[in-house]
Nanobody
Framework: QVQLVESGGGSVQAGGSLRLSCAASGRTGSRYWMAWFRQAPGKEREGVAGIYNDGSTAYVESVKGRFTITKDNADNSLYLQMNSLKPEDTAMYYC?????????????????????WGQGTQVTVSS
């Protein structure tokens, strides 16, 4: 089992910044993709940013240039630096990990790829 615990959410004004953290514990073992997803009320869950075990990254178009995903293998942590936040970034943000190879899709943002999820941290951006 792997436990993922997010932190760092909060309320900010548009243009502000937040840094989300995700601490992984348990049988972390091999991890392929790790990612941040978000879900706003009434909307589908959306992949925000992903990072592969070789360090390569991917982002949804709407956050490119504003968000940066990083990881620290030494302490099993995943981060999401969010700058120039917009009201449309308001959502619950979830950390997700793929610990067994998933062959059902090539897309990093395909939710079923990930077999472990955190409980989420709320991000609210006011205009």
């Amino acid at each position: 089992q792997v436990q993922l615990v997010e932190s760092g959410g909060g309320s900010v004004q548009a243009g502000g910044s937040l840094r989300l953290s995700c601490a992984a514990s348990g049988r972390t073992g091999s991890r392929y993709w790790m990612a941040w997803f978000r879900q706003a009320p009434g909307k589908e869950r959306e992949g925000v940013a992903g990072i592969y075990n070789d360090g390569s990254t991917a982002y949804v178009e709407s956050v490119k240039g504003r968000f940066t995903i990083t990881k620290d293998n030494a302490d099993n942590s995943l981060y999401l630096q969010m700058n120039s936040l917009k009201p449309e970034d308001t959502a619950m943000y979830y950390c997700a990990a793929e610990t067994r190879r998933y062959y059902g899709s090539d897309s990093w943002s395909f939710g079923p790829r990930y077999n472990f999820w955190g409980q989420g941290t709320q991000v609210t951006v006011s205009s």
